[in-house]
Nanobody, 125 residues
Framework: QVQLVESGGGSVQAGGSLRLSCAASGHTIPPLRMAWFRQVPGKEREGVTATYTAHGRTAYADSVKGRCTISEDSAKNTVYLQLNSLKPDDTAIYYC??????????????????WGQGTQVTVSS
C-alpha cells in the first residue's frame, strides 16, 4: 500500500510560482509513474502532469505546458510540481497520484490507484 502526502500549497499572487511536493511511503518498490491532478469544485479532475519514475518520461496538460515542470528525488521518494506564471485559473485542489502499471494515458485519473489527500492552491489576481 502506497501512502502519498502532498505539501506546499497555499495562496499565491498571479504571476508568481509555487512548488508542490508529494512524498511516497509504505512501499518497497517505487511506483512506476506518478502524477499531479487538480480539481475545482463542480468540475472534473484535470491531469496536470505525470512522470514515469526512473525513466524520465513526462507529460503535461496543454493548460500548463511551458510553465510547469515535474521532477523527482528518488532518494527521498518525492515528486515535485513546479508551476510558474500562475494564473487565477490555476486555483484548485492539487492531488498527487501514483500507480505501478503502465498506461497509454498518464493524465487520466482512472489510471491511478493511489491518491494523496490534496493540497489547496489559491491564485489571486
Amino acid at each position: 500500500q502506497v501512502q502519498l502526502v502532498e505539501s506546499g500549497g497555499g495562496s499565491v499572487q498571479a504571476g508568481g510560482s509555487l512548488r508542490l511536493s508529494c512524498a511516497a511511503s509504505g512501499h518497497t518498490i517505487p511506483p512506476l509513474r506518478m502524477a499531479w491532478f487538480r480539481q475545482v469544485p463542480g468540475k472534473e479532475r484535470e491531469g496536470v502532469t505525470a512522470t514515469y519514475t526512473a525513466h524520465g518520461r513526462t507529460a503535461y496538460a496543454d493548460s500548463v505546458k511551458g510553465r510547469c515542470t515535474i521532477s523527482e528525488d528518488s532518494a527521498k521518494n518525492t515528486v515535485y510540481l513546479q508551476l510558474n506564471s500562475l494564473k487565477p485559473d490555476d486555483t484548485a485542489i492539487y492531488y498527487c497520484a501514483a500507480d505501478y502499471r503502465p498506461h497509454n494515458n498518464v493524465l487520466w485519473d482512472g489510471s491511478y490507484n493511489y491518491w494523496g489527500q490534496g493540497t489547496q492552491v489559491t491564485v489571486s489576481s
